[in-house]
T-cell receptor, first 112, second 111 residues
Framework: DVKVTQSSRYLVKRTGEKVFLECVQD?????MFWYRQDPGLGLRLIYF???????EKGDIPEGYSVSREKKERFSLILESASTNQTSMYLC???????????FGSGTQLSVL | GDSVTQMEGPVTLSEEAFLTINCTYT??????LFWYVQYPGEGLQLLLK?????DKGSNKGFEATYRKETTSFHLEKGSVQVSDSAVYFC??????????FGTGTSLTVIP
């Protein structure tokens, strides 16, 4: 089975800190995604990548950046964390177009 | 643009009750439609999918039929179990690799 691993299950950071969320997939998938999940808002796409060193903005990219130096790893970076970035962050990967997404277990980030 | 609307929750049912979670979509072309499920403390996992009109996706006793005329993909199960308690997300994928998700419907099944 495909495994998508997110480095932390829970993370607590201070306002203004630089935060790195790491995601690794083990099935050589082309596409990787970062979503945030908030009650009543569902999943919202932050960034996605369809190849190494390629990235595309999703619906809510402000305040975030991403890095994909290797095919299996997709990092989400909060340059200067703010309290409104407290959320559950979900990483996903897929192969090809319109194929199913495989999700990690999520990182619950709290910014104080 | 593309979007998905699903019924508000939370939904609470007794074991063996019939379940329907409504989902409608807006898309410019011919999307693939999905239901994902999120069990407590876990990420989302694919429950079922349908790729064209009139297709029926099914898995674990759940079913959903792709209705182009009503732009709907309602999730149904004839007899729910306590283990079905989870959050259910309707989603579509049309152009390229992007997915659009509904807001999720929380289901609690009581014995």
């Amino acid at each position: 089975d495909v495994k998508v691993t997110q480095s932390s299950r829970y993370l607590v950071k201070r306002t203004g800190e630089k935060v790195f969320l790491e995601c690794v997939q083990d099935m050589d998938h082309e596409n990787m995604f970062w979503y945030r999940q908030d009650p009543g808002l569902g999943l919202r796409l932050i960034y996605f990548s369809y190849d190494v060193k390629m990235k595309e903005k999703g619906d809510i990219p402000e305040g975030y950046s991403v890095s994909r130096e290797k095919k299996e790893r997709f990092s989400l970076i909060l340059e200067s964390a703010s309290t409104n970035q407290t959320s559950m962050y979900l990483c996903a990967s897929s192969q090809g177009q319109g194929r199913k997404l495989f999700f990690g277990s999520g990182t619950q980030l709290s910014v104080l | 643009g593309d979007s998905v609307t699903q019924m508000e929750g939370p939904v609470t049912l007794s074991e063996e009750a019939f379940l329907t979670i409504n989902c409608t979509y807006t898309a410019t072309g011919y999307p693939s439609l999905f239901w994902y499920v999120q069990y407590p403390g876990e990420g989302l996992q694919l429950l079922l999918k349908a790729t064209k009109a009139d297709d029926k996706g099914s898995n674990k006793g759940f079913e959903a039929t792709y209705r182009k005329e009503t732009t709907s993909f309602h999730l149904e199960k004839g007899s729910v179990q306590v283990s079905d308690s989870a959050v259910y997300f309707c989603a579509l994928s049309e152009l390229g690799n992007q997915f659009y998700f509904g807001t999720g419907t929380s289901l609690t099944v009581i014995p």
